[in-house]
């Protein structure tokens, strides 16, 4: 029998309680890590796949596709973090556990929720990509909720303008005004407004003529830049951008926005974020690291975007810190 000493066992009592204590209490993080496994509150890798980020006074809601083991293959779920400083992610929960709506069948697909928050009917409206296992339904989702961790009920589902709709991006411009991006795959990417309450499209912008996914805009010093990818499933390619002066266009071509042979340094682009602060203004790219036989270990690329006078440029990701009250990144 082994025999411990009084000295031994407070020390594995004191090591006992360090590791009990430090379980599900992250500590927190001082810088973005893009690529890197990144831990919500509770340690556990932030699961806001194909993500939004909705911001409510000085409080940000990431909602994505919670892709964590072990959950009802039968369901579809949404997941809601919160954050004050976009790098500290607190869980609030799985917002949307679905069961199939509207009979897609087996394998039916819930990806890229975004919410919007309506500040008229104080709703909270969430759209998502809706779809059968072989992409064939091409609509839109609806669930809303009167808080933005609230459960969220599903309304309805639809293709937008009557167009087919598979990726989704959400805009909402300096004035207000929300915009659905949409992937049409026999035409391009469409962007249309949403009706004032945001429960239906309503008036298309624009269509421009390139199959694009992942589709995002942020309005820049008096331009609007448009960025997606191309249509290589998960695996990632040379993410593109273009600019114009109006959401109407017209726009001028697409080009790269990192070297083409990196792939977008292996990422997929699913939002433009705007970090407004009191001396400057950082926009920052949001992108999925995707794994498709490993979804839950999926990957974030998150990184400050060089932009100005027609020009983005997405450099190679490396950790960085953000000051949210200023706006600027500081290294
Ligand atoms: C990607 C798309 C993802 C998902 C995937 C399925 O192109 O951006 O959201 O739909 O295809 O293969």
């Not at 999925?288 to 036989?293: A, H, L, N, R």
């Amino acid at each position: 029998m082994i025999r411990l000493n009084g000295a031994l066992c407070r020390q594995l009592l004191v090591i006992a309680l360090l590791v009990y204590c430090n379980k599900g209490f992250a500590q927190k993080l001082t810088e973005f890590r893009p690529t890197e496994v990144w831990p919500d509150d509770r340690g556990e890798h932030i699961q806001a796949h194909g993500g939004g980020i909705t911001k409510i006074k000085d409080t940000y809601y990431w909602y994505g596709e919670e892709r964590r083991k072990g959950l009802d293959s039968n369901k579809r779920y949404v997941s809601c973090y919160s954050s004050k400083d976009l790098m500290n992610w607190k869980f609030r929960k799985d917002v949307v556990q679905m069961t199939d709506p509207n009979n897609q069948g087996e394998g039916w697909v819930l990806e890229r929720p975004k919410v919007f928050y309506n500040s008229k009917t104080k709703k909270y409206v969430m759209y998502f990509h809706l779809d059968n296992k072989s992409y064939k339904t091409a609509s839109v989702g609806i669930a809303i909720s009167d808080e933005p961790d609230g459960d969220y009920t599903f309304v309805k589902s639809f293709r937008p303008l009557g167009h087919e709709s598979r990726d989704i991006g959400q805009f909402v411009d300096d004035d207000g005004t929300a915009y659905l991006i949409f992937e049409d795959r026999p035409y391009g990417f469409r962007i249309a407004r949403l009706s004032e309450d945001y429960m239906d499209v309503e008036k298309e912008m624009c269509l421009i003529s390139q199959h694009m996914e992942g589709g995002a805009i942020v309005h820049y010093k008096g331009l609007y830049y448009a960025i997606g990818s191309a249509l290589t499933g998960w695996r990632a390619n040379p993410n593109k951008y273009a600019t114009a002066k109006s959401l109407e266009g017209p726009w001028s071509e697409f080009t790269d926005i990192a070297p083409p042979e990196t792939n977008t340094y292996g990422s997929q682009s699913t939002l433009l974020l705007k970090v407004v602060g009191t001396k400057g203004t950082t926009i920052l790219y949001l992108g999925d690291i995707w794994k498709p036989k490993t979804q839950w270990d999926s990957r974030y690329l998150w990184m400050p975007v060089e932009i100005g006078d027609g020009k983005l440029w997405l450099p190679a990701p490396k950790p960085f810190k953000l000051n949210i009250k200023t706006g600027l990144v500081t290294e």
